[in-house]
């Protein structure tokens, strides 16, 4: 079998799982709306009902922070990049679940796998200002220093003031490790 043959054989079974996670959260089988169906479900998020929502890919329904507006994104690796907006409104808070963190390196060869090692909630009304007053361009790709993110982080560890999940949630997020 030549490489291409092997390579059409693999895309048809990405096909095939595509299929199947498209069915199962009603959307197009991205890293994006996965990560977004996942965090509806472990951190009860209520979705918009359409996905080009301008900030926000939904509101939590409940606890500390209900009637929120939540910006999900899933990364493959954790590399303390994170997309942002200059104009967000206020209480805007951004869920990021990733994979393992990124080495400094060429992704030449690496993999990126649909994983979730961490789980970081950072409050844009804290965040932006902060990232401001370090000189931080904001904007695609925003460089957020390391311990903004441990500070943020509500999985596996428990450092982030605003939320604090249970062993049920914990548990949820433990499927996709």
Request: charged share 20%.
């Amino acid at each position: 079998m030549t490489e291409l043959q092997e390579l059409a054989e693999a895309i048809r079974r990405l096909n095939t799982a595509g299929d199947d996670i498209a069915r199962i959260i009603g959307r197009p089988a991205e890293r994006s709306h996965a990560g977004e169906f996942i965090a509806s479900r472990v951190f009860g998020i209520q979705l918009h009902e359409w996905a080009e929502h301008r900030y926000s890919d939904g509101i939590f329904e409940s606890g500390p922070l209900a009637g929120r507006a939540v910006n999900v994104k899933w990364y493959g690796h954790w590399g303390c990049l994170l997309d942002l907006h200059e104009d967000v409104p206020a209480g805007l808070c951004h869920l990021v679940l990733t994979g393992s963190a990124a080495q400094a390196v060429s992704s030449k060869g690496k993999k990126s796998p649909w994983n979730v090692t961490y789980a970081f909630l950072l409050d844009t009304d804290v965040l932006i200002p902060a990232l401001r007053a370090r000189g931080v361009r904001i904007g695609i790709a925003t460089s957020v220093p390391k311990q903004l993110w441990l500070d943020a982080e509500v999985y596996p560890s428990a450092c982030s003031p605003l939320l604090r999940l249970t062993d049920g949630q914990k548990q949820m997020l433990a499927l996709f490790h």
